[in-house]
């Protein structure tokens, strides 16, 4: 797969674990989910196992928890 240039700059990697603190914009059904990074989109957002909705790291609160 080709990468580009913004997820070349990404701190994060697919495979990574994220706990969600909260979604902007979202109420509180993804606070506390936990999942896997499976793809980084040509703008940056996270898409992963927690659910249908990507995180927007500029926007919303998560961790990196492995």
Do not use: C
Request: aromatic share 6%.
């Amino acid at each position: 797969m080709h990468q580009t240039k913004q997820q070349k700059e990404s701190p994060y990697k697919v495979g990574q674990k994220v706990r969600i603190i909260h979604l902007e914009g979202e109420d509180n059904r993804y606070d506390g989910k936990e999942g896997v990074i499976e793809d980084i989109d040509a703008i940056g957002q996270l898409h992963g196992t927690w659910g249908g909705i990507a995180i927007i790291p500029e926007a919303d609160e998560f961790t990196v928890i492995g």
